[in-house]
Structures are given as C-alpha cells and as structure tokens.
C-alpha cells in the first residue's frame, strides 16, 4: 500500500461523526454579512452560524468578532435541509453558552448559593437578567418593599437567588428580595442577640410611613410606631422626624418569630405623668378644679391634664351619697395628695383632709402648693391618673 494511501486511511480513522447536540470544535472558514461559515475539525463537515447563534446583539457585525482561522467549541442544532446525508449544519455559540451556564446555575441552585447578573432590560411585569444565560426578576421579587420604576434597575450588577430552573424550558426565575430577607434575618439574629426590652441605644431614622418610623439600630430596621414617637399627639411622623435622624430609642418588644424590633422615642424621656409630679409629695395641699363626677368621686385636676381621683369617702368628713350632691364640674377645691403612684399613674386625693377644721388628720404641717408650678407640665388627656380596676373595686366596696 503507498504511502498516500495511509496516510489517507490515517485521515479517515481521525474523522468523528456529527450529531446533533454534539459539542464540537469549528474553525472559522468565512465571514459574510449575517453569518459565520465553519468547518467542524476532524469531521469533514461544514455549517453555518448565524449572528443570533453567535452573539445576544442582534447590531453587532460579526467582522469585528471573528475572523478567518479563528477556532472555539459550538453546539450543533440540526441539519440544514432535514437529515440529507453529508449536509451542512447549524451551529450555535450563544446556545452552548446557556447549556454551560444552566449546569453552573443548576449546582447554585442544588446548593443555595447566590449569583450576580447585569439588568439589561425592562419587561411587563420584571426585568431581565444576564447571569450567563437570560433570567427573569419578576417585579414582585426585586425587593421587600413595593417597586413601582423598574428603570433605575437596568444596568445594574444585582445579588440575586434562583427560585425556579427548567432547562428544557428555558426557565430561570430570579430573586433578590429572598436575598434581602436571608440578609435581614442573618443580621436581626445578631442585632437581637445583643439586646434585650428596656435597653436604651441610639439609632438614626431610615425612613417614614403615615403609621410610624423605622430607626436602623446596627444594620437592622427596627419600628417606632406614631403612638411611640411623642407624648403629645403627632399627625405624621414627618412632622416631627425627618430621614437620617439620630435618636436615641427605647426597645420595647423583640419578635424573634416575625424579626420586628418594636421601639420608643417617647419612653426615653419623663412621662407626662414623671414630669407633672416631680415636685409633688405625699401630704401637699393645693386647689384644684373639679374636671369629672362620678358615682364613687370626684377627678380633680393636679397639672395640665392630669388628675387625681378623690374618692367619695374622701370627699367630706360627712357622710356623701353621690359626689354630685356636694360638688359640680368647674367647681374649685382644695385637695390633699394622699398617695402617688408613678407605675399605675395614679394620684389619691381629701378635700377632706384638706380641710383642717373637719378632721384632725394631717398633723403635717401643710405647705402650700403653686398650681401654675404643676400646670407647665404636660399629658396626655386620656391620663386620668387612676386605673379602671380600681374603679370597679371601690363601686363594689359602696355596695358592700
């Protein structure tokens, strides 16, 4: 046999059968306008590429892409012309791309890891991503709170989890508000880890919303309601905070099943109630206008909306069926405090005891009490100093 011969027969043994799906290697053999021509090595077997194939651009020219000689792998997608024996096939660069990167992204996804791609564009309903092969951000997922402009997201480099993957059906939903929720989480368990109800810390507003204020205290979003934020009535958060803010905060609740850190701005100054009775003791004597009447006394006010109770036994040294039978709304006395209690807010009062000629209590020298000095102070109207439980127990006690 010549040389020729085996050389040839060298030649055949070298020579690998096509497939479609086979990954093979090509060699560029021409570039023309939409398409590149190939030459699949080893095989003896010519295809195309056509841009879409090659490239996502379907702008770009392919001239300043490849050039002839060029050399890398590509999938084969099907014969030209049917199954004709010995004809041309079609290639895909852009196709064997996405099979690689679903193999990478299906381990991500087995094991929970998170991706970056680049937004490239806006659609209805969520945007779309390159992570090697195109994703889809659904709206819904791209944050834990509402997004209404998907704009401002094109071109960005995101921090994204995979939900769904499907190969064959070329399907790869995306989110980064799962991302957001795992970081959350991660940090809550260590912010909350180092607190505890009662603790008093600083903080610095986040953000706004007609139902309160959102203070990061360490990284983690923590929530003063609108009834936490003053003693005095708000309206809106705005109009007393802005964003950015630093203030210093109260916990009062750590939900460690919902992660919500529950806080006060408010409860880390005086109460109304602390301040209206700073200087106020057991035993002073001062007047006060009667504000309300009931059936088991009287509620005289101490400050600027606050008030005591002067319990009907408290109000004459004589026997009293109803506190209206001596005593009228708008009705100026003079009361004596008989006890303070700063936990329940509540204020006993005597007119009684107040009056030196009708009982010999209060040996204690009386000094007398500047109402203005009380009235600076302030509270909250609903502050009536006692609580109902006593109420209901002192109507029980007149039945008795």
Do not use: C, W
Not at 98 to 105: G, M, N, P, Q
Not at 128 to 134: E, H, I, N
Not at 167 to 178: A, E, V
């Amino acid at each position: 046999m010549s040389e020729n011969s085996n050389q040839f027969l060298d030649a055949l043994k070298q020579m690998q059968g096509v497939e479609v799906g086979d990954i093979v290697d090509v060699e560029v053999l021409d570039v023309e306008d939409g398409q590149i021509d190939v030459g699949v090595e080893n095989a003896g077997v010519e295809g195309v590429i056509t841009r879409r194939e090659f490239t996502a651009d379907r702008n770009a020219d392919l001239r300043d892409l490849v050039k002839s000689g060029d050399k890398f792998k590509a999938l084969v997608l099907r014969r030209a012309g049917g199954d004709k024996e010995n004809g041309e096939f079609f290639f895909s660069v852009t196709r064997l791309k996405e099979r690689e990167a679903y193999d990478k992204l299906q381990k991500d996804y087995e094991e929970g890891n998170p991706i970056e791609g680049t937004v490239t564009s806006s659609v209805r309903g969520g945007l779309l991503v390159d992570v090697g092969t195109r994703g889809f951000l659904p709206a819904s997922l791209i944050s834990n709170r509402y997004v209404s402009d998907l704009k401002p997201y094109i071109g960005k480099t995101m921090k994204l989890k995979i939900t769904e993957i499907d190969p064959n059906k070329n399907r790869l939903i995306l989110s980064h508000k799962d991302l957001i929720e795992e970081e959350r989480e991660e940090a809550f368990e260590s912010v909350a880890s180092q607190l505890v109800v009662g603790d008093v810390i600083e903080g610095k507003v986040s953000r706004l919303t007609n139902f309160g204020a959102f203070i990061d205290v360490g990284g983690v979003d923590g929530l003063v309601h609108i009834s936490e934020i003053s003693y005095k009535h708000v309206d809106k958060p705005s109009d007393v905070l802005k964003a950015g803010q630093d203030v210093k905060v109260k916990v009062i609740g750590i939900d460690d099943d919902r992660h919500r850190i529950s806080l006060s701005i408010k409860q880390t100054e005086p109460s109304p109630f602390e301040q209206a009775t700073a200087d106020l003791t057991e035993g002073d004597v001062f007047e006060g206008e009667v504000k309300s009447l009931t059936n088991f006394g009287a509620f005289v006010e101490v400050a600027d909306g606050i008030q005591g109770l002067v319990h009907v036994s408290e109000i004459s040294s004589k026997h009293v069926d109803k506190p209206s039978d001596v005593l009228k709304v708008g009705q100026t006395v003079k009361v004596k405090v008989l006890s303070i209690d700063p936990n329940d807010r509540r204020i006993s009062l005597s007119i009684k005891a107040a009056d030196p000629n009708a009982s010999s209590e209060g040996s204690r020298p009386r000094r007398s009490r500047n109402e203005n000095s009380v009235n600076k102070k302030y509270m909250s109207s609903d502050d009536n100093g006692f609580a109902l439980g006593d109420i209901i127990g002192d109507q029980l006690k007149d039945r008795q």
